[in-house]
């Protein structure tokens, strides 16, 4: 028998309906999976009374009929997202101990829907990086290992960045779903790398209130979860309109769930010339063919586009995306929350205080933002970056104009690697993981990563998903026909309990 | 374009982060690196372009001015280092 947290988040829908088990037993399978598993380190906090208090009421609402749509349902939260009472860090020093006296948007939804909160997740600091190895909280390790001569390496993997915690922890049953967010690819990449599934919806679907700010033009939560159907059901509690944050769009939410099942039939799939990079392993490329061959042989009509500006995605997200961090991230000052380290006056507390309080990575971008907006550099970089923005927003405004449904794209440009392994010296290697999904954030997209198979040595490779601004509902079904069609990918064993 | 190490130190006190000597020389070359990678900007052409202002073409938010929130500074100070009678305490700054 499968066991509980093994179950997809519909499976456990159903059968707490039908209640074939409780929310509390749902709820405790999940916590002891996570006590095993505490050597990934993908929880930085765990919260069992929290959950079990939240499970019980869960419990008597479906004996009252009286279930809501996420009724009982074991879910962790980035630790990005502030939780009331519950500490939450960023994954940085700077903010240790920070209790939040708000809730996120996005986390109150689905409370609000009856979801359970199993714990915060761990991430890069600040959601800068693509490894999770930029958190102050130790990295993440992947649930995933390469297959050498036919067995399972030691070597540990990263789970992808900066929801390497979201990733692992839903990849190995910590969780049956996970809240994440992508500034820059860090819902898919992470998802890509563990096999699971991940939407950055567009731009302003889900409420930024209460998340932790990183680059506000670019960033967006969304769900990571084992199968699309269970993306659907996440999204469709944790979007809507909210008057608190301005760019949030006051659009009804669609039924996501429902388009799960839509099909692709008639529907004309791009295929971007631009992403056809060079040094793209023959694998990477065998799966995207794979993946267009999917979803023609289910109905789609799959042609060639030219999305020009896509190679300039990458270096103006490095100015636009460190320039609003540089900004955002100017309230950690030692006095309203988190780290105060003593200085000789005000300013020499300030700088102290965020030498001891920001890791390597949180420093560079800040400077490279600093630099970039400057007197004398501001035009020369950021605006000329915007500027490059809007030809990488009509690149794809062209594209949909001609006809094009959706887009497919790789996810990444490789498997998961080792820790350790990218970035020590130019942080500029790191930066190339998210060379497929960047383009997406710049022009406020949805997009979606999903597991097409597996590479040469049994890890997880995915296909991203580009769609219209607010048609996540064409991602859902389109990802759906390529589920079915490459199965899910397993996990081969639970080394890690 | 390149930083030097004056650069560097002038940047450090501009984002309010100390910066130890021995940090100076390789935080010079991470930040020269990402500034070459996003030299290639200067191929593109963008003659006549608007700079994005908005991702997604809608109208700000607006509110009518009103208080709508509040009453609650012993919240708002809970996470502070060092308060007193609902302020945050800073090191002095004038004499």
């Known amino acids: ?497 | 374009m390149s930083v030097d190490a004056t650069t560097v130190r002038r940047i450090a006190h501009l984002a309010r982060i100390a910066v130890g000597e021995d940090e100076v020389a390789p935080l010079q070359g991470e930040l020269n690196a990402i500034l070459a990678f996003v030299e290639q900007l200067g191929a593109v052409d963008v003659t006549g372009v608007e700079p994005m202002t908005s991702v997604t073409p809608m109208a700000m938010k607006k509110r009518v001015d009103a208080v709508t929130d509040g009453g609650y500074a012993g919240d708002i100070v809970s996470n502070a280092p060092e308060t007193e009678d609902h302020y945050f305490l800073v090191p002095k700054v004038v004499e």
């Open chain 1, 1 to 497: 028998m499968t066991t509980l947290n093994e179950l997809t988040l519909a499976e456990a829908r159903d059968g707490l309906k039908a209640k074939d088990f409780s929310a509390s037993e749902l709820t405790q399978a999940h916590l002891d999976a996570m006590e095993k598993a505490r050597g990934l380190n993908a929880y930085v906090l765990e919260t069992p009374e929290r959950a079990l208090t939240m499970a019980n009421v869960a419990d008597t609402k479906i004996a009252h009929g009286e279930a809501r749509p996420l009724e009982g349902i074991p879910l962790g939260i980035k630790d990005l997202f502030c939780t009331h009472g519950v500490a939450t860090t960023a994954g940085s020093k700077i903010l240790e101990g920070f209790q939040p006296h708000y809730e996120s948007a996005v986390t109150h939804n689905l409370w609000r829907d009856g979801a359970v909160m199993l714990g915060k997740l761990n991430l890069d600091e600040f959601a800068m990086g693509s490894s999770n190895e930029t958190s102050a909280y130790g990295d993440t390790i992947s649930p995933w290992r390469r297959q050498e001569n036919g067995k399972l390496s030691d070597a540990k993997l990263v789970p992808g960045g900066s929801s390497g915690g979201s990733a692992a922890a839903v990849a190995a049953h910590l969780c049956l779903g996970a809240t994440a967010t992508d500034t820059g690819g860090s819902i898919r990449q992470p998802a890509a790398f563990t096999g699971t599934v991940g939407i950055k919806p567009t731009y302003g679907r889900c409420s930024r209130w209460g998340t932790v700010a990183y680059a506000s033009s670019l960033d967006q939560a969304g769900p990571i979860a084992r199968t699309v159907r269970d993306c659907a059901i996440l999204l469709g509690s944790m979007a809507g309109a909210d008057a608190r944050d301005t760019t949030c769009a006051d659009l009804p939410v669609p039924d996501f769930e429902a388009a799960v099942s839509r099909g692709v039939k008639g529907l004309t799939i791009g295929i971007p010339k631009e992403y056809r990079v060079d040094g793209m392993s023959a694998e990477v490329q065998a799966l995207w063919d794979r993946g267009a061959a999917m979803l023609k042989d289910a109905g789609a009509t799959v042609r060639e586009i030219s999305l020009p500006h896509t190679p300039y995605a990458l270096p103006a997200y490095y100015i636009v995306a460190p320039a609003e961090a540089s900004s955002n991230l100017a309230r950690y000052d030692g006095v309203r929350y988190g780290l105060r380290v003593p200085g000789k006056d005000i300013a020499g507390m300030y700088e102290n205080t965020r030498a001891a309080g920001f890791g390597r990575e949180v420093k560079r971008r800040i400077m490279i933002g600093t630099y970039v907006l400057s007197a004398g550099y501001y035009d020369a970089y950021y605006v000329r970056a915007q500027k490059i923005r809007t030809l990488i927003k009509r690149d794809f405004e062209a594209a949909y104009a001609s006809g094009i449904d959706a887009i497919l794209t790789p996810a990444t440009p490789s498997a998961a690697f080792g820790l350790g392994e990218k970035g020590s010296g130019d942080p500029v290697e790191m930066y190339l993981q998210d060379v497929f999904t960047i383009t997406v954030n710049m022009a406020g997209l949805p997009g979606l990563s999903v597991p097409a198979g597996l590479d040469a040595q049994g890890l997880p490779l995915g296909l991203q998903l580009i769609g219209r601004p607010f048609d996540e509902e064409t991602l859902f079904a389109a990802a759906q026909v390529i589920e079915t069609a490459a199965g899910r990918t397993k996990l081969p064993a639970a080394w890690w309990a």
